[in-house]
């Protein structure tokens, strides 16, 4: 081929690749009508209760934005995506100078806090030249103030908050008592069998027929929450063996897979010559944050008290496995994104895990003459898995801030502390639906003059509360979507996990995540599909377990990462010459064959 037949084949290549994603619909985005519903009780405006609203002005005793007009200012500067739109909403509190705020926290005080600013509400408006557009991919409306999945998930978010100290061998068991305040009456420490038994009294675990259910409610209904299926995801593979993903704890064999300083259980990852470690900073047990009005407030006028969390010092006990809800909630507050994903890419070809049998070079090279690398090899793989990510991070960013504005889990716990005052019949269903765990967290929380009917405020594991974007979707789980898609695309998805010796054995950590132990499994096989479809529910949920996503924003987003992952795939599988095809299983079950 010369220089111009070659220039004429890449243009038509590519023009192909742009039909592909034209003739995509593109979908109609619709949100849950919550956003304009409710009304403030004088002058009748909007009040944006149930929006996310975190670094506006609010106001002191309800909570609310204090001026509505701010709102509209943020939601025309994420339609028109110009910086200068942004710069004219109003962002911190109302007292102080811009870059100078007044806080009312000790907290924010003391360390001086500056304001945080949006995070890339602009994203969903931008193009991309591969992979379905951001606009292109959608989620479904988030469930509504005051119904069963809601109040449900919400319920779940509080659990996880109580639990967020006790081991997941525990809390699988069901073995677990929380050593951190509160008591569970009488003075006895909450039980994760206490817990798990009042989350199941909530109408949405109690029974399968508890409600009109939509075609979305319908695949996101789970059953009765058991020590096994609790806080976990709903893919396949999600409930067998630990709850931690292999590819969380494990190491790989080295540079040269005889590196006998190199074995799995030692948690090293080895990446090129040098490694890396899978234990996590040991975050200091019990500390959460954000439980009193004033700190919170502040918080919500995007005060920064990031980097204020504490960490156990003792140098043999400064990093460990993850153990804990909390430890995980550690990894995914400062992983690189797509960091799981690498690493697991990284553990599989050091294990020498077979390829999908349908890609090229798949025989011995004195049969083939060529081996993969610069295209399916390791290589490929591995910036693949990160080349998704910057496209799954665009699209969400649209649902997030263009459609949804969902407020964070934060918010409506406060909105149910103020319940009394905010006078909205939807949060009163859900206090009265709640009131045994709230109770608990009345307990656990201190007290506080500014709210007089009780102190429902959510312990957070970050001092700063959520990112500074809406709940819905997940940036991590859309991310986490679509890296999983792109690993089950290229490796034999089938084939068992044999990382701690064979596929009916597990890694867990000791009580105190020192070392890896094994543990069989009983309840199924580990196979590279159910670990990694496992991995990118721990890391999706990991963010519900500190106390800044709904189990909503797990799944759904999920759902959508994948549909990114699958429209890049079938768009660069037109720029190879090879014949070969991809099995891909999905998420909610069946595979698709690109």
Same mark, same amino acid.
């Given at each position: 081929?010369?220089?111009?037949?070659?220039? =004429?084949?890449?243009?038509?290549?590519?023009?192909?690749?742009?039909?592909?994603?034209?003739?995509?619909?593109?979908?109609?985005?619709?949100?849950?009508?919550?956003?304009?519903?409710?009304?403030?009780?004088?002058?009748?405006?909007?009040?944006?209760?149930?929006?996310?609203?975190?670094?506006?002005?609010?106001?002191?005793?309800?909570?609310?934005?204090?001026?509505?007009?701010?709102? =509209?200012?943020?939601?025309?500067?994420?339609?028109?995506?110009? $910086?200068?739109?942004?710069?004219?909403?109003?962002?911190? $509190?109302?007292?102080? /100078?811009?870059?100078?705020?007044?806080?009312?926290?000790?907290?924010?005080?003391?360390?001086?806090?500056?304001?945080?600013?949006?995070?890339? =509400?602009?994203?969903?408006?931008?193009?991309?030249?591969?992979?379905?557009?951001?606009?292109?991919?959608?989620?479904?409306?988030?469930?509504?103030?005051?119904?069963?999945?809601?109040?449900?998930?919400?319920?779940?978010?509080? +659990?996880?908050?109580?639990?967020?100290?006790?081991?997941?061998?525990?809390?699988? #068991?069901?073995?677990?008592?929380?050593?951190?305040?509160?008591?569970?009456?009488?003075?006895?420490?909450? /039980?994760?069998?206490?817990?798990?038994?009042?989350?199941?009294?909530?109408?949405?675990?109690?029974?399968?027929?508890?409600?009109?259910?939509?075609? @979305?409610?319908?695949?996101?209904?789970?059953?009765?929450?058991?020590?096994?299926?609790?806080? *976990?995801?709903?893919?396949?593979?999600?409930?067998?063996?630990? !709850?931690?993903?292999?590819?969380?704890?494990?190491?790989?064999?080295?540079?040269?897979?005889?590196?006998?300083?190199?074995?799995?259980? #030692?948690?090293?990852?080895?990446?090129?010559?040098?490694?890396?470690?899978?234990?996590?900073?040991?975050?200091?047990?019990?500390?959460?944050?954000? /439980? @009193?009005?004033?700190?919170?407030? #502040?918080?919500?006028?995007?005060? @920064?008290?990031?980097?204020?969390?504490?960490?156990?010092?003792?140098?043999?006990?400064? !990093? *460990?496995?993850?153990?804990?809800?909390?430890?995980?909630?550690?990894?995914?507050?400062?992983?690189?994104?797509?960091?799981?994903?690498? @690493?697991?890419?990284?553990?599989?070809?050091?294990?020498?895990?077979?390829?999908?049998?349908?890609?090229?070079?798949?025989?011995?090279?004195?049969?083939?003459?060529? =081996?993969?690398?610069?295209?399916?090899?390791?290589?490929?793989?591995?910036?693949?898995?990160?080349?998704?990510?910057?496209?799954?991070?665009?699209?969400?960013?649209?649902?997030?801030?263009?459609?949804?504005?969902?407020?964070?889990?934060?918010?409506?716990?406060?909105?149910?502390?103020?319940?009394?005052?905010?006078?909205?019949?939807?949060?009163?269903?859900?206090?009265?639906?709640?009131?045994?765990?709230?109770?608990?967290? #009345?307990?656990?929380?201190?007290?506080?003059?500014?709210?007089?009917?009780?102190?429902?405020?959510?312990?957070?594991?970050?001092?700063?509360?959520?990112?500074?974007?809406?709940?819905?979707?997940?940036?991590?789980?859309?991310?986490?979507?679509?890296?999983?898609?792109?690993?089950?695309?290229?490796?034999?998805?089938?084939?068992?996990?044999?990382?701690?010796?064979?596929?009916?054995?597990?890694?867990?950590? /000791?009580?105190?995540?020192?070392?890896?132990?094994?543990? $069989?499994?009983?309840?199924?096989?580990?196979?590279?599909?159910?670990?990694?479809?496992?991995?990118?529910?721990?890391?999706?949920?990991?963010?519900?377990?500190?106390?800044?996503? !709904?189990?909503?924003?797990?799944?759904?987003?999920? *759902?959508?990462?994948?549909?990114?992952?699958?429209?890049?795939?079938?768009?660069?599988?037109?720029?190879?010459?090879?014949?070969?095809?991809?099995? +891909?299983?999905?998420?909610?079950?069946?595979?698709?064959?690109?």
């Amino acid at each position: 081929m010369n220089n111009n037949d070659r220039k =004429q084949e890449a243009r038509r290549i590519r023009l192909s690749a742009a039909d592909i994603a034209y003739t995509r619909v593109h979908p109609d985005h619709i949100a849950n009508g919550d956003e304009h519903k409710f009304r403030s009780v004088t002058g009748n405006k909007p009040s944006y209760l149930a929006s996310f609203t975190k670094g506006m002005p609010h106001d002191d005793d309800t909570g609310l934005v204090l001026n509505p007009d701010d709102f =509209q200012r943020f939601v025309k500067g994420i339609d028109s995506g110009d $910086p200068r739109d942004f710069i004219d909403t109003p962002l911190g $509190p109302i007292a102080g /100078t811009p870059g100078s705020p007044v806080w009312r926290s000790s907290k924010a005080k003391k360390h001086k806090a500056k304001v945080r600013a949006w995070e890339s =509400q602009g994203a969903g408006n931008t193009f991309d030249l591969e992979g379905p557009d951001a606009q292109a991919v959608t989620m479904p409306p988030a469930p509504v103030l005051g119904s069963n999945e809601l109040i449900a998930e919400m319920g779940e978010v509080y +659990v996880q908050a109580l639990l967020r100290d006790v081991p997941f061998t525990d809390i699988t #068991d069901e073995s677990g008592k929380v050593s951190c305040k509160p008591s569970y009456g009488s003075g006895r420490p909450l /039980t994760v069998k206490t817990a798990l038994k009042e989350l199941n009294k909530l109408a949405w675990f109690k029974s399968d027929d508890c409600c009109l259910l939509d075609t @979305n409610e319908v695949k996101r209904k789970r059953a009765t929450l058991t020590g096994q299926n609790a806080f *976990r995801g709903i893919t396949a593979g999600d409930n067998i063996g630990p !709850y931690i993903s292999q590819f969380l704890l494990a190491g790989n064999k080295g540079i040269n897979g005889m590196d006998a300083i190199h074995k799995a259980d #030692d948690g090293y990852i080895a990446y090129g010559a040098i490694r890396a470690d899978q234990r996590v900073r040991h975050a200091t047990p019990c500390d959460d944050h954000m /439980t @009193n009005w004033k700190e919170w407030l #502040d918080v919500q006028d995007g005060a @920064n008290l990031g980097g204020l969390e504490s960490y156990v010092c003792k140098k043999t006990e400064a !990093y *460990r496995f993850i153990t804990t809800p909390r430890d995980l909630a550690t990894y995914v507050h400062y992983d690189a994104l797509y960091e799981a994903y690498l @690493n697991a890419c990284l553990i599989l070809l050091g294990e020498g895990t077979p390829f999908d049998p349908d890609l090229p070079f798949q025989r011995p090279d004195y049969i083939d003459h060529q =081996q993969s690398f610069a295209h399916f090899g390791g290589p490929h793989i591995l910036s693949l898995v990160t080349e998704v990510a910057t496209r799954a991070l665009k699209a969400v960013r649209y649902q997030k801030f263009n459609i949804h504005r969902r407020m964070r889990p934060e918010v409506l716990a406060a909105r149910l502390s103020k319940h009394k005052e905010l006078d909205v019949a939807e949060l009163d269903t859900m206090v009265d639906a709640l009131k045994p765990i709230l109770s608990l967290v #009345d307990k656990k929380n201190p007290k506080d003059t500014c709210l007089k009917h009780g102190n429902y405020l959510l312990p957070m594991a970050f001092c700063e509360g959520s990112p500074m974007h809406p709940a819905y979707g997940a940036g991590h789980a859309t991310v986490a979507g679509a890296c999983v898609t792109v690993l089950k695309a290229f490796f034999d998805h089938k084939h068992p996990l044999t990382l701690a010796g064979n596929d009916t054995t597990a890694f867990v950590p /000791t009580s105190d995540g020192s070392k890896l132990v094994t543990t $069989p499994v009983t309840n199924g096989t580990l196979t590279i599909e159910g670990e990694l479809n496992k991995l990118a529910s721990n890391i999706a949920i990991g963010r519900d377990w500190a106390g800044v996503h !709904y189990f909503t924003d797990y799944i759904e987003s999920l *759902r959508m990462g994948e549909k990114i992952a699958l429209g890049i795939l079938e768009e660069q599988k037109l720029t190879y010459g090879e014949n070969f095809s991809m099995t +891909v299983p999905l998420f909610d079950g069946g595979a698709i064959r690109i």
